[in-house]
């Protein structure tokens, strides 16, 4: 540690700090504010896969390191549990795998905006009923208790549609009685951080450089990975 020391000393000792502020460019509001964020694309593949993803343009969100609040929303999207959008997706034999999060890059996440996506893998079935198809309320009740009433009358179900009703659902519930499973996230987060596998050195220094420019001094090592508070109201 001492030899390693002293070569970051000779190092980096002669670059000057000019002691500017970090640049921040949160002055430039509403980027994806266009027509052209609005619509729906279609792609077609190169390989032979059905994937919807549904991308939303959020303000920045990187100030909120600590309380990371689109890792959470993405631990209660991407859970495939009882109840789940993938749950009942995978039901109906619509989907494989869902994914949904922040890639908490440069793109993705910096002062301007936060990006958050959900990403769905359809099957040949799924991608049918991507549009739309008829499917009763009754059964749909079963998977999403106390969102939908248990009624007989019909309606139009599109793929999308689903996962923006979970998501309204989790919007109309709010974060107030899921402490608990903040604090679960938190433990397991903090349980890969003690016993996660030695990475590159040079990798594991990078990573640490990036963190400087992010973080409070006391969180340059964990800041990227480990929940420090819970504040439903972010």
Same mark, same amino acid.
């Given at each position: 540690?001492?030899?390693? /020391?002293?070569?970051?000393?000779?190092?980096?000792?002669?670059? *000057?700090?000019?002691?500017? *502020?970090?640049?921040?460019?949160?002055?430039?509001?509403? *980027?994806?504010?266009?027509?052209? $964020?609005?619509?729906?694309?279609?792609?077609?593949?190169?390989?032979?896969?059905?994937?919807?993803?549904?991308?939303? #343009? !959020?303000?920045?969100?990187?100030?909120?390191?600590?309380?990371?609040?689109?890792?959470?929303?993405?631990?209660?999207?991407?859970?495939? %549990?009882?109840?789940?959008?993938?749950?009942? !997706?995978?039901?109906?034999?619509? #989907?494989? +795998?869902?994914?949904?999060?922040? %890639?908490?890059?440069?793109?993705? =996440?910096? @002062?301007?905006?936060?990006?958050?996506?959900?990403?769905?893998?359809?099957?040949? /079935?799924?991608?049918?009923?991507?549009? /739309?198809?008829?499917?009763?309320?009754?059964?749909?009740?079963?998977?999403?208790?106390?969102?939908?009433?248990?009624? @007989?009358?019909?309606?139009? !179900?599109?793929? +999308?549609?689903?996962?923006?009703?979970?998501?309204?659902?989790?919007?109309?519930?709010?974060?107030?009685?899921? =402490?608990?499973?903040?604090?679960?996230?938190?433990?397991?987060? #903090?349980?890969?951080?003690?016993?996660?596998? =030695?990475?590159? *050195?040079?990798?594991?220094?990078?990573?640490?450089?990036?963190?400087?420019? !992010? $973080?409070?001094?006391?969180?340059?090592?964990?800041?990227?990975?480990?929940?420090?508070?819970?504040?439903?109201?972010?």
């Amino acid at each position: 540690l001492d030899t390693l /020391e002293k070569w970051v000393t000779e190092i980096f000792s002669e670059i *000057p700090n000019n002691g500017l *502020p970090k640049p921040s460019f949160d002055h430039l509001t509403q *980027p994806f504010d266009t027509p052209e $964020f609005h619509k729906l694309y279609r792609v077609v593949p190169i390989r032979k896969v059905h994937s919807l993803t549904i991308t939303w #343009a !959020l303000p920045p969100q990187e100030q909120y390191y600590r309380v990371k609040p689109l890792h959470y929303i993405s631990w209660l999207v991407g859970h495939e %549990g009882k109840g789940s959008v993938l749950s009942f !997706l995978r039901k109906k034999f619509w #989907a494989l +795998a869902l994914y949904g999060g922040n %890639g908490e890059t440069g793109f993705e =996440q910096n @002062s301007t905006y936060s990006i958050f996506s959900i990403s769905v893998t359809l099957t040949d /079935e799924g991608y049918k009923h991507f549009y /739309e198809v008829w499917f009763p309320t009754a059964c749909f009740s079963c998977c999403f208790p106390n969102v939908w009433k248990n009624e @007989s009358v019909p309606f139009c !179900l599109q793929v +999308a549609h689903v996962v923006f009703q979970y998501v309204k659902m989790l919007q109309k519930r709010g974060p107030d009685q899921r =402490q608990v499973i903040w604090e679960e996230i938190q433990k397991i987060e #903090a349980n890969e951080f003690h016993y996660q596998e =030695q990475t590159d *050195p040079v990798d594991y220094v990078e990573n640490l450089c990036e963190n400087m420019q !992010l $973080f409070q001094k006391e969180d340059f090592l964990t800041g990227d990975q480990l929940l420090f508070e819970y504040k439903p109201e972010v």
